[in-house]
Nanobody, 127 residues
Framework: QVQLVESGGGLVQAGGSLRLSCAGSGRTFSSYHMGWFRQAPGKEREFVAAISWSGYDTNYADSVAGRFTISRDNAKNTVYLQMNSLKPEDTAVYYC????????????????????WGQGTQVSVSS
């Protein structure tokens, strides 16, 4: 089992940057495929990005590709989401999630396939 804690959210102006962190507990953290999701008020939770246990495979939603970068440091049990060129439509609660099996492409998009979730961190982008 793994516990996840997100941090790094806040208020930023459009065009700005934030880096989210997700700290995981447990010695098996490095074996999990990790994802970031977000949920805006009145909307469903949506996929943002995912990264394989090795860090070599990454996936991004079309809406963030080229602006966001997911990475991980297994020695620190931490996954990161670097968010650049932020837009007001990026405003949401951001969640990290752990999946105990590999996924690729659209196979990473389904939130129901993830086994563990953090509590979320708020990101607000002003225009």
């Amino acid at each position: 089992q793994v516990q996840l804690v997100e941090s790094g959210g806040g208020l930023v102006q459009a065009g700005g940057s934030l880096r989210l962190s997700c700290a995981g507990s447990g010695r098996t953290f490095s074996s999990y495929h990790m994802g970031w999701f977000r949920q805006a008020p009145g909307k469903e939770r949506e996929f943002v990005a995912a990264i394989s246990w090795s860090g070599y495979d990454t996936n991004y939603a079309d809406s963030v590709a080229g602006r966001f970068t997911i990475s991980r440091d297994n020695a620190k049990n931490t996954v990161y989401l670097q968010m650049n060129s932020l837009k007001p439509e990026d405003t949401a609660v951001y969640y990290c999630a752990a999946k105990n099996s590999y996924c690729s492409g659209y196979g990473c998009y389904d939130a129901h396939l993830y086994d563990y979730w953090g509590q979320g961190t708020q990101v607000s982008v002003s225009s």
